[in-house]
């Protein structure tokens, strides 16, 4: 990884071994960072007071390599990224102002993607996942993981069934408890559809009578105004003298056929207002036929501005125009038989619910019954991986039981609660020594005793559920003396088969990684590109004497430092 401008860290690369690294400095020197910005690679949130301060932006960039065809690989591809000789090339820049930008593989793409990514790669432990480990959800979350389809399959039925089992319980509560309501709602519809009946108004209607309105209330002078169009055009019968445009045109007409023959430009003419004679006769004969048909009946105007005003009453109680109130009718009807139906819904979501709350209980004891099988399994697992983290007396179990429930489902032949993940409460029980009874973890365990808990869990589901990397953050926090020593070895006993990366403090820890990262910084107070560095012989033991005793040059911090590097490479 490449990290700029993040935290104390002004511009630092940081190579982890394929194997155990173990990054160790000063408290505050910035290793924390090394562990934020992974976390920035693999999605984690973007916190502008991450930025350095005077610097615009924060950059982390990495290079994870894998192998073609794997999962993260192709999910990669699919979002048009491209694997550098079967590396993927990932970076995150977070601005001083907030905002986030990630690339994968030369490719812009959203932050979300890298979260998808990192469920695939990396799987990274602090002490608030040790913390995380106390709470009861997140017990049975690690259980349900171990057991693997054993649980996952009927766990998806049986959340398929508890969705459509709330959903059918809101609407039967709602059609329960406000019946009231909807029957004040279906008075109201009734009403309404009775008055729109009553008026039995048909689409388009009250723009017709509207134009009908504006016709009647002026029909004298549209009368007189076509009257005085036809004389114009046809003449007047009361006044033989007079001239009008049809007289004119067809003296025109007839002049220019006397001699059309003579110029084929003038025949064009004389057709052409031939036409307008012919259009002129046409128009005189609408407009004596619209004066004619033209109704002034003041009986007529009052009918209709009557029913204008039976439509009006509509449109201002149901819509906007007559259109809208036939829609509304329309949706009224089909609400109201919603509505009327109400006791045939009522006996049919009963039934629904019932047969759904018998399945849920079927389905409850099926993830009983496999998470119980599992738990055995996954416990005996742990316990026996605390044998090799010098708690070779402690017993780990689970408890997996279930609250009686009146209102619940059938398990067991008892009313039990439910939840969306089943009936089951699902707590991790620790046995330090013999003869201890077994106690929630969060009661019986010692800060030690968690850490070491937290690494067998993860120690197991490497082994069944396994990702390419590790990234373990102080979860030695409380452990000393043989019991780091046993967590050093058992990191290094991961690291043949996955890639661990551990940020600590105990030099027990440190002395059996492969490769053991110093993050230093400067006198000014930032961590630069040399400040992070790779320690090798002598260098080595003289950050481990730092950590064993505070004092680099102390010969007894000296010898043990060696004794622990000897110890580390017999064992591998």
């Known amino acids: 990884m490449r990290i700029r401008s993040l935290g104390v860290i002004d511009d630092a690369v940081v190579e982890l071994s394929p194997g155990f690294t173990a990054v160790t400095g000063e408290t505050g020197a910035g290793k924390t960072m090394v562990v934020t910005s992974l976390g920035l690679l693999l999605g984690g949130r973007a916190d502008p007071a991450l930025v350095r301060i005077g610097s615009e932006k924060a950059l982390v960039e990495g290079r994870v390599t894998m192998p073609p065809g794997t999962s993260a690989a192709v999910r990669a591809e699919e979002a048009g990224a491209e694997l550098d000789d079967g590396a993927l090339l990932i970076s995150r820049t977070v601005s001083a102002e907030g905002r986030s930008r990630a690339h994968v593989g030369g490719r812009s793409v959203p932050v979300g993607l890298l979260v998808e990514l990192a469920d695939d790669l990396v799987a990274v432990h602090g002490q608030t996942d040790q ?7 997140r017990q049975r979350q690690a259980l349900d993981r171990y057991a693997g389809d054993g649980v996952a399959v009927p766990l998806v039925k049986y959340g398929e069934a508890y969705r459509r089992l709330r959903a059918v319980a809101v609407e039967l509560e709602e059609i329960v408890t406000r019946a009231r309501e909807r029957a004040q709602e279906a008075d109201m519809l009734r009403y309404g559809l009775d008055e729109i009946a009553g008026v039995e108004p048909r689409a388009g209607e009250d723009v017709e009578l509207a134009e009908e309105a504006e016709r009647l209330g002026h029909a004298e002078a549209l009368a007189s105004a076509a009257t005085a169009a036809h004389a114009a055009l046809a003449g007047n019968p009361e006044d033989p003298e007079g001239i009008d445009a049809a007289t004119l045109v067809a003296g025109a007409h007839r002049a220019l056929e006397a001699v059309r023959s003579h110029d084929p430009a003038l025949a064009a003419l004389a057709d052409r207002i031939g036409e307008i004679g012919i259009l002129l006769g046409d128009a005189a004969g609408e407009l004596a036929g619209y004066a004619d048909d033209l109704d002034a009946d003041p009986l007529r105007l009052a009918a209709v501005e009557e029913r204008r005003a039976a439509l009006t009453a509509l449109t201002r109680k149901y819509g906007e125009d007559i259109e809208a109130v036939l829609a509304w009718a329309e949706q009224g009807a089909a609400r109201l038989t919603q509505l009327d139906g109400d006791d045939e819904r009522i006996e049919e979501l009963t039934a629904e619910r019932d047969a759904l709350r018998a399945e849920l209980g079927g389905l409850a004891q099926a993830l009983t019954d496999a998470r119980t099988e599992a738990a055995e399994r996954f416990a005996a697992a742990v316990t026996a991986e605390l044998g090799s983290l010098a708690m070779p007396h402690a017993r780990v179990s689970f408890a997996i039981r279930q609250t009686e429930d009146p209102e619940g489902v059938e398990v067991g032949g008892r009313a039990v609660a439910y939840g969306p993940s089943g009936a089951d409460e699902v707590e991790l029980l620790l046995a330090p020594h013999p003869g201890a009874p077994p106690r929630p973890i969060a009661k019986g365990a010692s800060g030690g005793e968690l850490s070491r808990v937290m690494l067998a869990v993860e120690v197991v589901f490497a ?15 409380g452990v000393g003396g043989k019991a780091a020593v046993e967590i050093g070895r ?8 996955a890639q661990v990366v551990v940020v600590t403090h105990l030099p027990q820890v440190a002395a059996f990684a492969d490769r053991q990262l110093l993050v230093e910084k400067t006198n000014d107070g930032t961590v630069t590109r040399s400040g992070v560095k790779v320690l090798e012989g002598e260098e080595r033991v003289r950050e481990l004497s730092r950590m064993l005793a505070g004092q680099e040059d102390s010969e007894t911090a000296r010898a043990h430092a060696e004794e622990l590097l000897a ?4 064992d591998n």
């Open 463 to 477: 082994g069944t559920d396994p990702v390419p990397t590790y990234l373990f953050d102080e979860v030695d926090a």
């Open 490 to 497: 058992r990191l290094a006993k991961l690291a043949k088969s």
């Open 567 to 570: 110890t580390a490479r017999a």
């Open 131 to 137: 913390q995380g480990l106390l709470k009861l959800n």
